[in-house]
């Protein structure tokens, strides 16, 4: 039986735990280096796209991709392959050793991680590595079909779904694999005249939990309801962030917390004239943001790029900054711990509606997502960006018009300082394995008008 899974999963583009492991075993015997790291990766993407209410393309590719780095002494080289029979393996292997020992030192290096141990996390689901071009196509014309029989909007989307494993070893003993699934629905609407846009998404391992009636209900609503948008005074306001917007300004912290640049003194979390802000409070008491890759709703790898085996991490809690992430080379370098946490990152909800949040706003703005960001300055975390796809005015606790969109410049610092109600935390589909609140912030900095739909 475990046989005939592995060569299912093979043909399916995705390499079974076996043939991922011959494949490290194969290349670690052909090493002459006094380490060898092989990491495989293999998948299958299926996707859809549609635009002008027409589907468009559809499509299927598979790869399996092996890189085999090499190690003398200090220093290392990296060769990348797709060629899985010994021959392809044995010119890689060759190769990355010819580089390696031409390579410069690398004082970080700290050599290859022995074996570990694992926690499986069952994130692979059939009805995602299964889906049938028919089923996409089917999920398409959810919104195809609405906006067919409207006459007034035009849509655009794109259906991707990936099946993948990923495997690492060496020659140390390490051996470690994981496959996983995931499905991304992203749907625009337009409104024939050109004024108005809607966008709304969805994301999950499980292909049938995604609800493609709800994506292009929303999506089509509020194209219809952002059309002849309205130009405001830009300015600090209150502001309601759905979701997804949350996200795309949050997301910015993964990048910022690590212990390297704020013990280095280049970090958000850096103090003034040395030390970091380990123990101090930083954000709203509300605020709780942490990685977690069991979290039910994005189930991700077990173990990190290196192999560390990876664990919930509690980053800022009760809006307290509680721990900063380490790698390997500056944990040991400062005496610390490990802390990886992955590529998830959640925080946690509160029980607000947005519709309450409006009810609640006397004069403030409503942002489906931004996007366009770039950073300003790394240690406040400022960023500028462009709100797009539905961005409203709210007067008297309603939605009172469509508004034109802004350019910002703020920080997930100062936004999340400024807190007033906070809603669930759901799996936003914007990209990075987030989940985010709906939050509402008083004080938001608007900058200039933007033209952009």
């Not at 075993?25 to 002459?32: C, G, I, P």
């Not at 307290?320 to 990886?340: F, N």
Request: aromatic share 6%.
């Amino acid at each position: 039986m475990h046989a005939r899974l592995n060569n299912a999963m093979a043909a399916n583009g995705v390499l079974g735990e076996a043939d991922a492991q011959s494949v490290v075993e194969r290349a670690v015997r052909l090493s002459k280096a006094d380490a060898v790291n092989i990491s495989v990766q293999s998948g299958r993407e299926t996707n859809l796209r549609f635009a002008d209410n027409q589907l468009s393309t559809a499509g299927a590719t598979t790869n399996t991709t092996i890189r085999v780095e090499s190690v003398f002494g200090q220093r290392r080289a990296s060769v990348v392959t797709n060629d899985r029979t010994d021959e392809g393996l044995r010119r890689a292997v060759e190769q990355s050793e010819v580089i390696a020992k031409l390579a410069p030192e690398d004082p970080e290096y700290l050599g290859p991680l022995g074996a570990q141990t694992y926690t499986p996390i069952p994130a692979w689901f059939d009805s995602t590595a299964e889906l049938s071009a028919d089923a996409r196509a089917q999920a398409a014309l959810t919104a195809l079909t609405k906006a067919r029989a409207a006459n007034d909007l035009t849509v655009a989307g794109y259906i991707v779904c990936n099946a993948s494993a990923s495997a690492l070893g060496n020659n140390a003993g390490l051996f470690a694999y994981h496959r996983s699934t995931n499905a991304n629905y992203t749907l625009t609407a337009r409104t024939n005249d050109g004024t108005g846009s809607g966008w709304a998404a969805a994301e999950d391992n499980d292909w049938t939990q995604i609800d493609f009636e709800a994506v292009a209900r929303d999506a089509i609503d509020k194209a219809r309801r952002s059309a002849n948008p309205v130009a405001i005074e830009p300015g600090r306001y209150t502001v309601i962030f759905e979701p997804e917007a949350t996200a795309n300004l949050v997301s910015v912290m993964r990048g910022a917390l690590q212990a390297r640049s704020a013990d280095e003194g280049r970090s958000a979390f850096s103090k003034p004239g040395g030390g970091t802000k380990v123990g101090e409070k930083i954000l709203d008491e509300r605020v709780t943001i942490s990685s977690n890759p069991r979290d039910p709703l994005v189930l991700a790898a077990p173990f990190d790029g290196d192999g560390l085996p990876v664990q919930e991490e509690t980053w800022i809690r009760n809006g307290v900054l509680e721990q900063l992430s380490y790698s390997r080379y500056w944990a040991q370098r400062q005496g610390k711990p490990v802390t990886t946490g992955g590529n998830s990152l959640r925080m946690e909800g509160g029980s607000e509606s947005v519709a309450s949040m409006i009810a609640n706003t006397e004069r403030g703005i409503v942002v489906t997502r931004l996007w366009y960001l770039r950073a300003v300055d790394n240690r406040t975390l400022v960023y500028t960006g462009l709100t797009r796809d539905g961005t409203f005015l709210v007067e008297n606790g309603k939605i009172a018009r469509s508004i034109k969109n802004f350019r910002f410049n703020d920080s997930p610092l100062f936004m999340l300082n400024n807190l007033e109600a906070v809603g669930p935390a759901v799996r936003t589909a914007g990209g990075g394995s987030l989940v985010m609140p709906a939050i509402k912030v008083r004080d938001f900095n608007f900058t200039s008008l933007s033209d952009a739909v």
